[in-house]
Structures are given as structure tokens and as C-alpha cells.
């Protein structure tokens, strides 16, 4: 019993010290929720619950990333970069149905 404790606890440490430095490490620009030092102080205090917030809640998706399976239901889609593809391209559209006409 006592190694499963002792893993247990090297566990919550590990996730607590993850948690901690990626906090520190990301840019302001994309903290959510909470200021850094609130952050901070929550997955110190809670080192459970402070780090599983901080990845779920604390910290904005990169731009074009997908978004977080626990996303809102009104929440907007990330923003793209242009398409993904000839389909999603209007003028490739537009320029085939002005070659579809022209035939």
C-alpha cells in the first residue's frame, strides 16, 4: 500500500509542477478566466483540481487548433487560415461553374 501511495503522490507532484510551469511559461495574451498569479496560487493550493482546471479552462487553444472537447455549445470556431481545400475555396467554385457554363 505504501507504493501505491508513494506513486500517487509523485503523480499529483508531477502533474502540479507540469501545470505550474506551463502556467508561468504561456503568454499573457492567452491566460483565460483568471490573471497568472491567481492561476498560480490555485494549482498550489489545490494540487488536484488546480492543475485539471488549468488545462481544461486556463489557458486559450492555439489558432487553428480544434476546439476543447468541453467547449461551450455557442462557442466559435477557431479561426482558419484560409481553405482546407478546392471545395471549401470559393473562387475555385466560381471559376469551375464559369467552366461548367462556358462548355
Known amino acids: 500500500m505504501a ?3 508513494t506513486l500517487l503522490f509523485l503523480v499529483v507532484v ?3 509542477v507540469v501545470a505550474l510551469i506551463d502556467c508561468l511559461l504561456t503568454e499573457r495574451s492567452r491566460l ?3 490573471p497568472r498569479g491567481a492561476w498560480t496560487v490555485l494549482i498550489l493550493l489545490c494540487p488536484v483540481f488546480g492543475p485539471v482546471a488549468w488545462f481544461r479552462a486556463g489557458r486559450a487553444a492555439p489558432t487553428g487548433a480544434p476546439a476543447p472537447l468541453g467547449a461551450p455549445a455557442g462557442a466559435s470556431a477557431p479561426a482558419t487560415l484560409g481553405p482546407k481545400g478546392p471545395d471549401d475555396d470559393p473562387e475555385f467554385l466560381d471559376r469551375l461553374a ?6
Do not use: G, K, Y
Open 3 to 5: 507504493r501505491l501511495n
Open 14 to 16: 508531477a502533474l502540479a
Open 32 to 34: 483565460q478566466s483568471f
Open 98 to 103: 464559369e467552366a461548367i457554363r462556358n462548355r
